[in-house]
């Protein structure tokens, strides 16, 4: 299990390499995640979820949106609290520490994690429970770092993972009202190609993600960390909002 673990942090090691080197720079890397978020994710979200997911025990889970969106505004609350008494001299800056206190990454590094420790299913209870973060993220986490409201917020939840993941529910639903047993081997096949094409594609997404991540952590200024604001954040995100989320996970009726 350690050196699974290890072998994320090797691959962000790689990207931070490369990044400290100059052999990637900014432009590559805004490419290489946009490939990420509307290519690899995308498949990861459908094979993940048709392969380890029927209709009935996706709806077993639904909590997992609603516990990520709890837990999105359980860090809203702890900013919105720290920022009146931190009282911030410039609006943008408050705007968007209140906005990193409740928005953290809540697919790519949980995947990199998740796979190693609890395999495939909990990648697929990832995906499910990014629906939870994305409604969070165009309401009320836009309107928190905008400082007013936005568009519309249907359009905006329409992003490429959001459709993949509406499609394989879907695809779930249609499974389940019409089992596969009653098509033509024919569809059976180019359904079964269709998928491992969509599994070949979405394996990429951890490797992608770390490269992407230590590339990242490659170009940050480092001097930049020792401000108060960093600090401040630090705190609330990896300290006192998983503490109190922990504590009220406890207290609903989930299975372990």
């Known amino acids: 299990m350690f050196l699974n673990i290890l072998s994320i942090f090797l691959l962000m090691s790689a990207g931070w390499v490369l990044r400290r080197r100059g052999l990637v720079d900014d432009a590559f890397t805004r490419r290489l995640s946009f490939v990420l978020v509307n290519v690899f994710y995308p498949c990861l979200i459908v094979n993940a979820l048709l392969s380890r997911f029927t209709l009935a025990s996706l709806a077993e889970n639904g909590l997992m949106p609603v516990g990520v969106f709890a837990v999105k505004i359980t860090g809203w609350l702890a900013g919105a609290v720290f920022l009146r008494l931190w009282k911030s001299p410039r609006p943008d800056t408050g705007r968007t520490f209140h906005f990193v206190c409740a928005v953290n990454n809540y697919s790519f590094l949980p995947i990199m994690l998740a796979l190693p420790l609890w395999g495939g299913e909990a990648v697929a209870l990832i995906a499910f429970g990014a629906l939870g973060a994305e409604v969070f993220l165009w309401t009320l986490g836009l309107r928190t770092l905008a400082g007013r409201a936005t568009g519309s917020v249907f359009r905006q939840l329409l992003s490429t993972p959001?459709?993949?993941?509406?499609?394989?529910?879907?695809?779930?639903?249609?499974?389940?009202?019409?089992?596969?047993?009653?098509?033509?081997?024919?569809?059976?096949?180019?359904?079964?190609?269709?998928?491992?094409?969509?599994?070949?594609?979405?394996?990429?997404?951890?490797?992608?993600?770390?490269?992407?991540?230590?590339?990242?952590?490659?170009a940050a200024d480092i001097r930049a960390c020792l401000s108060r604001p960093v600090w401040m954040f630090c705190a609330l995100r990896l300290a006192l909002v998983p503490a109190l989320c922990v504590g009220f996970i406890f207290l609903l009726p989930l299975p372990s």
């Not at 096949?189 to 490269?211: N, R």
């Open 162 to 218: 959001m459709v993949a993941l509406f499609a394989a529910g879907a695809a779930l639903a249609l499974r389940h009202f019409l089992p596969l047993g009653h098509l033509p081997g024919g569809f059976r096949d180019a359904g079964g190609m269709v998928l491992s094409t969509f599994k070949t594609a979405g394996a990429a997404t951890i490797p992608v993600s770390a490269l992407i991540c230590g590339a990242r952590i490659g």
